[in-house]
């Protein structure tokens, strides 16, 4: 069977089988920290309010019934590959997509994110986060086989919420700026927050498994608001079910990336925590993050979404800086510091992705 004719997932799972297209993309190459011919570069939220392509797409089609269409999941995941030519494609879903699936009454309201309906604050409200079953989610693996028919050597990147992050809409019952009861709860309560991150956690790995099985070739999971919390408590109370996440999905073979927003002070832990790609905002600068997580890891970021704002000479002085540091990371994979802002013209990005290709290979 040649690479081309075997299933993305099975070439993208064993390492040893390096020969496939896909398993050479430089996006996958730099994951494992093997040289590469050029920096591979995708941007979180590429796909999403940025392009006028998704804006139709979206008219009168509620968020979540998008993430349960498998047609629209397809178009909303390729717009940006197509555009940008991006080196990696990242699956059209949301963070609360398993919990809905589970049968959470969650809405992502315009403009303001998921809110849920009946807020999580004590032990009888652990009972309505039961198990995800492949079963719960039909329209996600019919979705990631579409893509990655049609993807063929670009890979996919599938993901899901870390269990911190997922527990803090959960239990606020939307976004939130500080996470106070969140905290509260993990100071107060730590058997009921292990409980529900254990829950939380379960759901993870079983929505990550779904997308690797049907064939994504990475997985990425966003912790996005874990920098509310200082590292000794990270530590203590969700380095365990995250460690538990990553240790799960090792069998697979795919490579696995950790990203929080605001998270400095964790990234040591975090790819502790057994990422094998560790996601910097803007606030560190790559080559200190270089030196804050173990040998071992590759490293994802870091260019300040509102840098894409400002005059298109300080992108190109901005982008090259982020490169430079790149080179001090045993892998580099250039990103954004956290999701595209929706007010980002995407010829903008479209130019960001030239350059960062014809700057050549930082490894
Ligand atoms: O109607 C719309 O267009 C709603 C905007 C939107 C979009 C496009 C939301 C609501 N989610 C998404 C898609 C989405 N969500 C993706 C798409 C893939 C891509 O990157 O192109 C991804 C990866 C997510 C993941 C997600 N959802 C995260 C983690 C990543 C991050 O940005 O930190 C989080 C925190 C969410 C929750 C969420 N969903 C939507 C919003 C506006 C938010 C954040 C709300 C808040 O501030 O708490």
């Known amino acids: 069977m040649t690479a081309d004719a075997a299933h993305p997932a099975d070439t993208a799972a064993n390492p040893a089988d390096n020969s496939g297209p896909l398993a050479e993309s430089p996006f996958l190459l730099a994951c494992r920290r093997r040289p590469v011919p050029r920096t591979p570069v995708w941007f979180?939220?590429?796909?999403?309010?940025?392009?006028?392509?998704?804006?139709?797409?979206?008219?009168?089609?509620?968020?979540?019934?998008?993430?349960?269409?498998?047609?629209?999941?397809?178009?909303?995941?390729?717009?940006?590959?197509?555009?940008?030519?991006?080196?990696?494609?990242i699956f059209?879903?949301?963070?609360?997509?398993?919990?809905?699936?589970?049968?959470?009454?969650?809405?992502?309201?315009?403009?303001?994110?998921?809110?849920?309906?009946d807020p999580i604050r004590d032990a009888a409200g652990l009972d309505a986060l039961r198990p995800l079953e492949p079963g719960d989610v039909p329209y996600v693996t019919e979705a990631v086989q579409g893509l990655v028919g049609e993807l063929g050597a670009t890979p996919l990147i599938g993901f899901a919420g870390a269990p911190f992050t997922l527990a803090s809409y959960l239990i606020e019952g939307g976004p939130s700026k500080n996470q106070e009861r969140t905290k509260a709860l993990m100071y107060g309560d730590p058997d009921l927050w292990d409980r529900l991150m254990g829950r939380l956690a379960d759901i993870t790995i079983a929505f990550l498994k779904v997308q690797v099985a049907a064939g994504a070739s990475a997985i990425q999971v966003f912790d996005s608001w874990v920098g509310s919390v200082a590292p000794e408590d990270y530590r203590a109370s969700v380095l365990p079910h995250t460690r538990r996440i990553f240790a799960a999905l090792e069998p697979l073979g795919v490579p696995r990336v950790h990203f929080g927003v605001g998270t400095g002070e964790l990234l040591g832990l975090m790819g502790e925590a057994g990422a094998d790609v560790v996601g910097v905002d803007w606030r560190v600068p790559l080559d200190e993050a270089a030196r804050r997580v173990e040998p071992g890891k590759a490293l994802?970021?870091?260019?300040?979404?509102?840098?894409?704002?400002?005059?298109?000479?300080?992108?190109?002085?901005?982008?090259?800086?982020?490169?430079?540091?790149?080179?001090?990371?045993?892998?580099?994979?250039?990103?954004?510091?956290?999701?595209?802002?929706?007010?980002?013209?995407p010829d903008v990005l479209a130019r960001l992705v030239d350059l960062v290709h014809e700057a050549g290979s930082t490894h």
């Not at 979206?58 to 080196?87: F, H, K, N, W």
Request: charged letters at 25%.
């Open 300 to 345: 994802q970021g870091n260019l300040d979404p509102a840098v894409l704002l400002a005059p298109w000479e300080t992108v190109e002085r901005r982008a090259r800086d982020v490169l430079a540091r790149g080179r001090t990371a045993e892998g580099h994979i250039f990103n954004l510091g956290h999701g595209v802002l929706p007010s980002t013209d």
């Open 92 to 117: 059209f879903s949301d963070i609360v997509v398993p919990l809905k699936a589970i049968g959470i009454d969650v809405d992502i309201k315009p403009g303001v994110g998921p809110v849920i309906a």
């Open 44 to 89: 979180m939220r590429q796909a999403g309010r940025a392009l006028p392509e998704y804006l139709r797409l979206r008219e009168g089609v509620p968020m979540l019934e998008s993430c349960a269409r498998p047609d629209m999941i397809v178009e909303i995941t390729m717009q940006p590959v197509r555009r940008y030519g991006v080196d990696a494609a």
